[in-house]
Each structure stands twice: as C-alpha cells, then as structure tokens.
C-alpha cells in the first residue's frame, strides 16, 4: 500500500521561496508534483525518477521549481521560488511504478496521491 503525506505548505510573499516535502510509504516510485488552483484543472508541475537522476518540468514553471529526492527518507521535494501570487494553489505528491518519466504529464498517468499541502502566494 501505497501513503503519500505532503508537508511544508504555507503563506509565503511574493517574491519569497518554500519548500514542500512528500513522505512515502511502501516502495520507490517515480513521483511528481501537481498543483490545483481554485476553478482550475489540475497541473503538472515536475516528475522525478526513482533514482532522482531524470527530471522533467512544466515549460511554464522552469527554473523557478526544483525537484529532488532522498530516497534513503523515501521523501521527495519540491523547492519554489520567486513565487508568484498565480503559484497559489493546493500541491498534490503523486506516484506511479513506472520504470521511466517520458511522457508522465497528465494526473491519468500517476495512480497514487497525497492529500495535498495549500501554498498561498500574497503580493
């Protein structure tokens, strides 16, 4: 079974950074980061692989958004920064057993989720 637990969401000033965390439970999988904003659908915002050597970004999100993972903690990060206040959103941890990140993109695509973590973004 499968436990995703995000961490690390919070109020932070535009311009600031913040760094969420995902605690997993029951093996190593390629894990990613969505984000859900209030009317939106959900977005993608980077995968990682199981051994944190590939990643992938939003196009929109790059270089603002870090990836990375400790799997000796089975945790997975995501570093933000110079946040926007259109970075307000709920961000969501996922997970699939997949081998490979190629293609992952959609919510479709990952079948395990945490509960989600609220980042608000004041300007």
């Known amino acids: 079974q499968v436990q995703l637990v995000e961490s690390g969401g919070g109020l932070v000033q535009a311009g600031g950074s913040l760094r969420l965390a995902c605690a997993a439970s029951g093996g190593t999988y390629t894990m990613a980061w969505f984000r859900q904003a209030p009317g939106k659908e959900r977005e993608f915002v980077a995968v990682i692989s199981r051994g944190g050597v590939s990643t992938s970004y939003a196009d929109s999100l790059k270089g603002r958004f870090t990836v990375s993972r400790d799997n000796a903690k089975n945790t997975v990060y995501l570093q933000g920064n110079s946040l926007k206040p259109e970075d307000t959103a709920v961000y969501y941890c996922?997970?699939?057993?997949?081998?490979?990140?190629?293609?992952?993109?959609?919510?479709?695509?990952?079948?395990?989720w945490g509960q989600g973590t609220q980042v608000t973004v004041s300007s």
């Open positions: 996922a997970a699939t057993p997949s081998l490979g990140i190629a293609g992952l993109r959609r919510p479709s695509d990952f079948g395990f």
